[in-house]
């Protein structure tokens, strides 16, 4: 639990580069960093695509991540990442290859690691089933969250903490957005996704399919008119559940180029805004990244949820802001289509 009586620190920062605004953002926020850091470390990025530059995170925002652990206590550092695609491809073609060569650590394909850790979700329907994680993500001392800034059609913003989303088992992710989905069936896809995985062009094919087949069942309107509006709700609590077992304990948000519309994948339009978020409290930070996207942190259903079973801090009034002003760099982003429909997110368990 977060001690709420202590502000948490949350860093902003501007800069030319990626480089250059999250090195920046993690200076003002140095000492906070290096005494939370400790043991194994875990470095997460999001690899929802593995060709899409905007919508995953490049390695030049983790670049000043790893030039601060040099200076750390630490046992052991990892870059992990199970990518929605192909995590092999996604270290190719965003740089992963070289930073790791370059600072000596290991890259590890989440999607390809064992999955003894679980813990119980809910489905659209109000039912519940269990969602599978990572061991080594479990295990880590110190897990540091490095997502891309994006609006989402289910959660309205992706940031720190849907970004651990990825230490799932892959077949068990869609499970996070209220679909009822049986053990039969998601080691069939797992086995099918495993024998195409290093075939580029047949993966975005069958990933092509599998995402538009969900977003059509999501946007389905179901008995009583609840059908897009109850896998928003189990989104929103999902999310928060998952925070209770793999809470960054270190968040650095890139905005340098940063997707707003119908995100997170290519449909989102990218956004050049050239700002960095990091701090201690993960909630915090993504409160702010919301806030200066527009969005109101209170509206957002997991925020809101791990902010209330005290996992963090969402409040912007008990939040100290250090270097940037969120005020001043505040702007409107472009929400997905389902805007009106994530708002609600609390009805689902009231219809």
């Keep these: 639990m977060k001690n709420k009586n202590i502000p948490p620190r949350v860093a902003i920062a501007t800069g030319e580069t990626r480089e250059e605004t999250v090195r920046k953002a993690l200076a003002l926020v140095r000492d906070d960093i290096l005494a939370k850091v400790k043991g194994r470390v875990l470095i997460k990025p999001n690899f929802l695509s593995s060709v899409h530059h905007p919508a995953s995170t490049q390695a030049g925002a983790v670049r000043p991540v790893l030039e601060l652990l040099d200076d750390a206590d630490t046992e052991s550092v990892v870059i992990a990442e199970g990518g929605a695609r192909s995590t092999p491809q996604a270290l190719d ?8 060569e370059e600072f000596g650590v290991e890259l590890i394909d989440l999607n390809h690691v064992s999955f003894s850790r679980s813990f119980e979700i809910v489905t659209g329907k109000q039912g519940t089933q269990i969602a599978q994680y990572a061991d080594i993500a479990a295990e880590a001392d110190t897990i540091i969250s490095v997502p891309v800034a994006k609006t989402h059609d289910a959660a309205l913003v992706t940031l720190s903490v849907k970004n651990m989303m990825g230490c799932l088992r892959r077949v068990h992710r869609p499970r996070m957005h209220g679909f009822k989905i049986g053990d039969s069936i998601s080691s069939l896809a797992e086995f099918f996704w495993d024998t195409i995985e290093g075939h580029p062009f047949v993966i975005r094919s069958f990933s092509g399919v599998v995402f538009t087949v ?19 709700g ?35 339009t990218p956004v050049d805004i050239r700002v960095a978020v990091a701090g201690t409290d993960a909630v915090a930070c993504d409160a702010v990244m919301a806030y200066m996207m527009g969005f109101d942190p209170g509206a957002i259903g997991y925020i809101t949820l791990l902010d209330e079973r005290g996992l963090g801090v969402a409040d912007l009034n008990a939040i100290d802001i250090a270097g940037e002003s969120p005020e001043r760099l505040r702007r409107s982003f472009k929400p997905h289509i389902n805007f009106p429909i994530q708002q609600r997110w609390r009805e ?4």
Excluded at 93 to 100: K, M, V
Excluded at 238 to 257: H, Q, S, T
């Design 93 to 100: 073609n965003f740089g992963y290859r070289e930073l790791a």
């Design 348 to 351: 689902t368990w009231s219809s």
């Design 234 to 268: 189990a989104m929103s609590e999902n999310i928060a559940r998952l925070g209770r077992v793999l809470m960054p304990d270190i968040a650095v948000i890139d905005a340098f180029e940063a997707m707003e519309g119908d995100g997170p994948g290519s449909a989102g």
């Design 214 to 232: 969900a977003r059509m069942k999501r946007a389905h309107v179901g008995h009583g008119g609840l059908g897009l509006l109850r896998h928003v």
